[in-house]
């Protein structure tokens, strides 16, 4: 069986402010011609700020635990991943990955599977990599509202670079060390201890740039960050 494409898909992109019914449109084509080929997916769906203004808006009116701050992430990338799989209703399992471990019965049937987040503690970059490694592939494609990973944080210097390739060592002293809910990475602390340990490449890329996320797909030469180990 052709090992699965995973692409991590940032609710940045996904529901920015509104739904982004023109980024989805794009985006159904160009999975559904990659289909075509013979290709299979997992498409991990991030949260992004309606995450963000549930968490804020909660916190500001009760001040909740940071368990509760996740579990209102997770649950924004359920929704998130519902809308993924009515789009692409005839295409993917009718079963959401809400834990990265869930029983699929005929895996092979349909050529798209859906996921969301877990449970507290972990973001859906970690979903992401465990799903990489149930499934036996090595690469993960993070497409979210960036196009590269950067030297320091972009939205606050603007002397900032970006990084074409990078190890997993020197990018993990890039971030922060402990997950934290909402925290804004390229790809979160737990996530890239389990991917250096299963020598896992991840493809950072802005993931809007669909010309681009498909040389991605293609093993082809992209504008982007690749993280991986030496």
Not at 16 to 29: C, G
Not at 54 to 71: G, V
Not at 137 to 151: E, L, Q, R
Not at 166 to 185: A, E, F, S
Request: proline fraction near 5%; charge should be positive.
């Amino acid at each position: 069986m052709t090992k699965p494409i995973i692409i991590s898909l940032g609710g940045s992109i996904i529901v920015p402010d509104k739904i982004d019914t023109r980024f989805l449109i794009s985006f159904k084509d160009l999975v559904l011609k990659e289909i075509k080929s013979g290709k299979r997916f997992i498409i991990i769906c991030g949260g992004g700020n309606i995450a963000r203004e549930y968490q804020k808006s909660a916190f500001k009116i009760n001040r909740i635990t940071k368990e509760d701050q996740d579990w209102l992430g997770i649950h924004a990338t359920r929704l998130n991943a519902h809308l993924l799989r009515t789009i692409f209703r005839e295409w993917a399992c009718p079963v959401i990955l809400d834990r990265p471990q869930k029983p699929i019965l005929k895996v092979g049937e349909k050529p798209i599977l859906i996921a969301a987040g877990w449970r507290p503690g972990f973001s859906t970059d970690y979903v992401s990599v465990l799903l990489a490694k149930r499934f036996k592939t090595d690469k993960i494609i993070n497409a979210s509202n960036i196009s590269f990973v950067y030297n320091k944080d972009f939205r606050k210097y603007k002397d900032a670079k970006p990084i074409k390739k990078i190890t997993w060592q020197n990018y993990q002293k890039l971030i922060p060390k402990k997950w934290d809910p909402g925290l804004r990475v390229p790809f979160d602390p737990i996530a890239t201890k389990e991917a250096k340990k299963l020598k896992i490449e991840v493809f950072v890329l802005d993931g809007r740039d669909l010309k681009n996320l498909k040389l991605a797909i293609n093993g082809q030469e992209f504008k982007g960050t690749i993280i991986r180990n030496e």
